[in-house]
């Protein structure tokens, strides 16, 4: 299918790139599934009636919150379903079998008559979640070190483009249709991949060193000398076979492990209550309700356009300007979007029905001056939509993989992930009970003040690990605190080494005993 190698006998890219697409697919595919609220739910309302709702499938707000939340219950279970296949099949056959379920919730969507039906294939189609954590590691097994961590970050933009894709055809589209295109991406995602081969790491984790062989040479060129490069690959299986993986009690009884695992689930949490899944849930909606002058879901497709290129823009950047910076930026930006948008639709809501200020000269605020800020929702989601993109969106999984050391890695990142999708139900939905309690612009300004709070977070507790080692990062877990500031020892001092050059001296000087 591919060239041999380079002349020069150096490996070829382009299938690690072919193998990055296909692999990317299903995450494609989770872009859908997190996007088709946004134009399907006011299709579903009472609202799109124009006349008898008779026969029609309408949702009350809280069934349509229902729908749009119960993916993050399907995203959920399927963690432990692909913690069981993924050591015995490899994450390629995990990422084949999951989306047989994906293809059947479509299906139930595609056919529903009840509410029923439709939680049943929003649950189902919630699988997708899993290829967040799977694309990114198969990509990881297969690509050489020097582009590994763009390739892996491309996740991020095929899920950005999956929502872009919905957007887009959800403008023309009935939202069964809609459904029906969006259940090809399963079924794409079993037929390509019959062409790439498992991981060469999973077939070594299973003593099959020639298909090992087989399966680089496919990814690097066929006459290209994979031998060392298998070689290290055998020693690091072997080494990962005598790591001892900790259980959660004994990450949690930790500081060393606590840690790092209590600043990925902070990111965690500060990436759901963002906002973002209220941005892409119900964003038609929100330029509805903001008597947006501009077409509602052109509007969605501008800001689904936006972040593509803004994800795009953070897998090139990420590496030169360093994850914290990135993530006190984000943050900061997405707090005063919402602060905009948040006074947006306090001013829509408390001004009195005055035409004009020459008949309510006591009233700064009429519906023409509500009317000419028409543009600033528009302007606020797109403000947003960058800052997100550009930080929370890819860095707290980048930092998900990066904190955690070997032992402690597989039951703290799947903890994280876990909690992830948690987060994000919670605030799917509760938020439109929110925005009933306390109002639009209440909601939205909540979600600013937790945007401030995070960026203060961020600042005190986030460490840099750009251009680190996973050692380097963990020993900036494992150093002492100040043990004797008064006799001018560093804070920065190893407990260990701490201990061997306050003893050294005294053995010298055979001032203790050493028994």
Same mark, same amino acid.
């Given at each position: 299918?591919?060239?041999?190698?380079?002349?020069?006998?150096?490996?070829?890219?382009?299938?690690?790139?072919?193998?990055? +697409?296909?692999? %990317? &697919? !299903?995450? #494609?595919?989770?872009?859908?599934? *997190? /996007?088709?609220?946004?134009?399907?739910? =006011?299709? @579903?309302?009472?609202?799109?009636?124009?006349?008898?709702?008779?026969?029609?499938?309408?949702?009350?707000?809280?069934?349509?919150?229902?729908?749009?939340?119960?993916?993050?219950?399907?995203?959920?279970?399927?963690?432990?379903?692909?913690?069981?296949?993924?050591?015995?099949?490899?994450?390629?056959?995990?990422?084949?079998?999951?989306?047989?379920?994906?293809?059947?919730?479509?299906?139930?969507?595609?056919?529903?008559?009840?509410?029923?039906?439709?939680?049943?294939?929003?649950?189902?189609?919630?699988?997708?979640?899993?290829?967040?954590?799977?694309?990114?590691?198969?990509?990881?097994?297969?690509?050489?070190?020097?582009?590994?961590?763009?390739?892996?970050?491309?996740?991020?933009?095929?899920?950005?483009?999956?929502?872009? +894709?919905?957007? %887009? &055809? !959800?403008? #023309?589209?009935?939202?069964?249709? *809609? /459904?029906?295109?969006?259940?090809?991406? =399963?079924? @794409?995602?079993?037929?390509?991949?019959?062409?790439?081969?498992?991981?060469?790491?999973?077939?070594?984790?299973?003593?099959?060193?020639?298909?090992?062989?087989?399966?680089?040479?496919?990814?690097?060129?066929?006459?290209?000398?994979?031998?060392?490069?298998?070689?290290?690959?055998?020693?690091?299986?072997?080494?990962?076979?005598?790591?001892?993986?900790?259980?959660?009690?004994?990450?949690?009884?930790?500081?060393?492990?606590?840690?790092?695992?209590?600043?990925?689930?902070?990111?965690?949490?500060?990436?759901?209550?963002?906002?973002?899944?209220?941005?892409?849930?119900?964003?038609?909606?929100?330029?509805?309700?903001?008597?947006?002058?501009?077409?509602?879901?052109?509007?969605?497709?501008?800001?689904?356009?936006?972040?593509?290129?803004?994800?795009? &823009?953070?897998?090139?950047?990420?590496?030169?300007?360093?994850?914290?910076?990135?993530?006190?930026?984000?943050?900061?930006?997405?707090?005063?979007?919402?602060?905009?948008?948040?006074?947006?639709?306090?001013?829509?809501?408390?001004?009195?029905?005055?035409?004009?200020?020459?008949?309510?000269?006591?009233?700064?605020?009429?519906?023409?001056?509500?009317?000419?800020?028409?543009?600033?929702?528009?302007?606020?989601?797109?403000?947003?939509?960058?800052?997100?993109?550009?930080?929370?969106?890819?860095?707290?999984?980048?930092?998900?993989?990066?904190?955690?050391?070997?032992?402690?890695?597989?039951?703290?990142?799947?903890?994280?992930?876990?909690?992830?999708?948690?987060?994000?139900?919670?605030?799917?939905?509760?938020?439109?009970?929110?925005?009933?309690?306390?109002?639009?612009?209440?909601?939205?300004?909540?979600?600013?003040?937790?945007?401030?709070?995070?960026?203060?977070?961020?600042?005190?507790?986030?460490?840099?690990?750009?251009?680190?080692?996973?050692?380097?990062?963990?020993?900036?877990?494992?150093?002492?605190?100040?043990?004797?500031?008064?006799?001018?020892?560093?804070?920065?001092?190893?407990?260990?080494?701490?201990?061997?050059?306050?003893?050294?001296?005294?053995?010298?000087?055979?001032?203790?005993?050493?028994?």
């Amino acid at each position: 299918m591919f060239k041999s190698g380079r002349e020069d006998g150096k490996s070829s890219k382009t299938p690690q790139f072919f193998a990055t +697409f296909i692999a %990317t &697919i !299903g995450s #494609f595919g989770l872009g859908t599934v *997190l /996007s088709w609220p946004a134009p399907s739910l =006011p299709q @579903l309302s009472a609202q799109s009636c124009s006349g008898s709702c008779e026969g029609l499938l309408i949702l009350s707000i809280e069934q349509q919150s229902w729908v749009a939340a119960l993916l993050n219950f399907g995203a959920f279970t399927a963690g432990p379903v692909s913690g069981f296949l993924m050591p015995r099949y490899g994450k390629k056959w995990t990422m084949v079998v999951l989306s047989v379920p994906i293809f059947i919730g479509w299906l139930f969507l595609i056919f529903s008559i009840n509410v029923e039906m439709l939680y049943i294939g929003r649950f189902l189609t919630g699988f997708s979640g899993a290829f967040s954590m799977l694309a990114p590691g198969y990509i990881a097994e297969i690509c050489e070190v020097e582009i590994r961590g763009s390739l892996a970050s491309f996740m991020q933009v095929m899920t950005m483009m999956g929502l872009l +894709f919905t957007y %887009t &055809i !959800g403008t #023309f589209l009935d939202w069964r249709s *809609l /459904s029906a295109v969006c259940s090809v991406v =399963p079924i @794409l995602v079993i037929i390509s991949m019959y062409f790439i081969p498992r991981s060469p790491m999973f077939f070594l984790s299973k003593g099959l060193k020639e298909e090992a062989i087989s399966s680089l040479k496919f990814f690097r060129g066929r006459n290209v000398d994979v031998t060392q490069e298998i070689i290290k690959m055998e020693a690091s299986t072997k080494d990962s076979k005598t790591i001892v993986n900790l259980g959660i009690m004994a990450i949690l009884s930790n500081k060393t492990y606590l840690n790092p695992l209590s600043i990925s689930l902070m990111l965690m949490l500060l990436q759901q209550f963002s906002g973002i899944k209220v941005i892409s849930s119900y964003i038609v909606q929100i330029f509805q309700n903001a008597g947006s002058k501009f077409d509602a879901n052109i509007c969605s497709i501008v800001v689904g356009v936006i972040q593509v290129t803004g994800t795009s &823009i953070s897998v090139l950047v990420v590496d030169k300007f360093g994850r914290r910076r990135l993530l006190i930026l984000s943050e900061m930006f997405i707090s005063i979007a919402f602060c905009m948008l948040g006074t947006f639709f306090y001013i829509q809501e408390s001004h009195s029905p005055c035409p004009a200020l020459d008949t309510c000269q006591d009233q700064f605020v009429t519906a023409e001056t509500v009317d000419n800020l028409a543009w600033l929702p528009l302007a606020s989601i797109v403000t947003f939509a960058v800052a997100y993109s550009m930080g929370m969106g890819p860095l707290p999984w980048v930092l998900n993989a990066e904190l955690f050391s070997k032992e402690a890695k597989d039951h703290s990142s799947s903890l994280c992930a876990s909690f992830n999708w948690l987060c994000s139900f919670m605030v799917v939905k509760f938020s439109p009970s929110l925005e009933n309690l306390i109002g639009a612009s209440g909601s939205y300004l909540s979600f600013a003040a937790l945007a401030a709070c995070g960026t203060f977070l961020i600042v005190i507790s986030v460490p840099e690990t750009k251009g680190k080692t996973e050692e380097e990062i963990q020993q900036g877990f494992n150093k002492g605190k100040s043990l004797d500031t008064e006799a001018g020892l560093s804070k920065d001092y190893d407990k260990e080494e701490l201990c061997t050059d306050l003893i050294k001296p005294l053995i010298k000087e055979k001032q203790i005993e050493i028994k």
